[in-house]
C-alpha cells in the first residue's frame, strides 16, 4: 500500500493508466463537488469543469456528464423555504435549480460552441426493456451529433421507490445502458482509503479488482453532507461498473485539472479494474436487481459450474433445490446459495414448469447462458 507521494507509486500507477482507453465516458459530478461550504453552488467549479469537458471532446472523446447541484442552485435562487414537508421542499427546489442548472453549463460550453442537452430520469425508465433501449438510443443520437447529454434524477417527481440511491446508482447505470468504457465519478475526497481519509495514517487506495470486497470493510457509514449518497454507495456502484467491463475512477472534483490529469493518468484517485465486457442484455440484467421476480436456490454442484472461471454453463434444473416466488418466462430471477447471491438471470419458462423440472436432468435450462450475469467468478 502506498501514500501519493510521487516515486515508485506515481510511476506504478502512470503505468497501470496508460494501458486504458478511455472514449466514450460517463462523469458524474457529486453535490460536494458543486456546491461551497453554505451549500450554495459554486459557479467557479462549474466554469473549470465546462472547460475541461471542452478539452476532453476537442481530443476526441465522448462524454455523457450526470451532475448533481440541481437542489442547491434552486436553494440559492428561490431561498429557504418554509415548507414543512421535506419532500416538496425537495421538490420545489429540483424544479427551480435545474434550469438554473443547465443554464450554466450551456452558458460554459457555449464557448467552445458545444451544444447540449437535458436528460431527466427517473428509476422507472430504466426497468422495462423497451424503454430501456429507446433511451439507449436517444443516448446513441445526441451521442452520434456531438451533442453532450447533461443527465439529472427527475427530483421534480422522484419519490420514494422512484429514487435511486444518488446519482452515482444513475451514472453506473448509463454508463452500462450506452457501452461506455470508463465511468468517472467526482467526489471531495480523493478516493478510497484505508481509514478515515482525514487521519494522518489513512492511505489511498491506488487500485481494485472488480470483484474484490474487502476494501469496503474500510469505509464508514457516513452521508454526504448536502446529497444523499456516501462512499459505500460510491464502492458498490464502482465495482458494479467494473464488473461488466467500465473502468471505473473515483477521484477528487475539487482538483484543480483532475479531468485533464486522469486522461492523461497522472491523478490521485483510485481505480477499479474493468473486467471483461460482457453482452449489453447481461448489463441490463445486472443492473435490474430490483426487478427480480422470483429467488432460485441451487446445490453445491451447480454453484461450482455456474461461477466457473474455466468453463460457461446455463441453469440446469437438476442443480436447483427449491424456488421462492412466482415469475413468468422472460422476468429476471436471483441465483442463490444459501445466502450467496451467484446471479440473475431471465427465466426461459415460469415458476410452475421450474418446480416440475427441480432436480431433474435433462430438462431444458431455466436460464440460458446468454441471458445470465454472474456476480463473481472463483
Known sequence: ?????????FLIFLAIMEKIPLKRIVLKIGTNVLSKENGLLDVTTISH???????????????????????G?????????DELNKIVRR?????????????????????????CAQVLATKEDFRDRRHYLN???????????????????????????????????????????????????????????????DRESSQLIPLIEAKDKHFEEYIAPTRSAVGRGGMHTKFRIAQ????????????????QNILNDIFTGEF???????????????????YNELEKKGQVFINDGAAQALCSAERVSSLLPVGITYI?????????????????????GIAQYDATQARSFMGQKEKKALVHYDYLFIEERG
Not at 442552485?73 to 423555504?81: I, K, L, P
Not at 483510485?270 to 440484467?285: D, E, G, L, R, Y
Open 1 to 9: 500500500m502506498f501514500k501519493w507521494h510521487g516515486g515508485i507509486f
Open 49 to 71: 469543469i465546462a472547460d475541461q469537458i471542452a478539452a476532453a471532446k476537442q481530443r476526441g472523446q465522448q462524454i455523457i456528464l450526470v451532475s448533481s447541484g440541481a437542489v
Open 73 to 81: 442552485a434552486g436553494r440559492s435562487v428561490h431561498g429557504e423555504s
Open 91 to 115: 421538490q420545489v427546489f429540483a424544479a427551480v435549480g435545474q434550469i438554473r442548472l443547465m443554464n450554466l453549463y450551456s452558458q460554459f460550453l457555449d464557448n467552445y460552441k458545444i451544444l
Open 135 to 197: 433511451m439507449r438510443n436517444c443516448f446513441q443520437a445526441l451521442l452520434r451529433d456531438n451533442i453532450l447529454p447533461i443527465v439529472n434524477e427527475n427530483d421534480v417527481v422522484a419519490v420514494d421507490e422512484l429514487m435511486f440511491t444518488d446519482n452515482d446508482e444513475l451514472a453506473g447505470l448509463i454508463a452500462s445502458m450506452t457501452g461506455c468504457d470508463g465511468l468517472i465519478i467526482l467526489s471531495n475526497v480523493d478516493g478510497v482509503y484505508d481509514g478515515p481519509p
Open 240 to 255: 458494479k461498473a467494473a464488473s461488466v467491463g467500465i473502468h471505473t475512477i473515483i477521484a477528487n472534483g475539487k482538483r
Open 268 to 286: 490521485i484517485g483510485t481505480h477499479f479494474k474493468a473486467q471483461n465486457a460482457v453482452s449489453p442484455v447481461k448489463k441490463w440484467i445486472a
Open 324 to 344: 421462492e416466488g412466482d415469475f413468468e418466462k422472460g422476468d429476471i430471477i436471483q441465483i442463490r446459495k444459501a445466502d450467496r447471491l451467484i446471479g440473475m
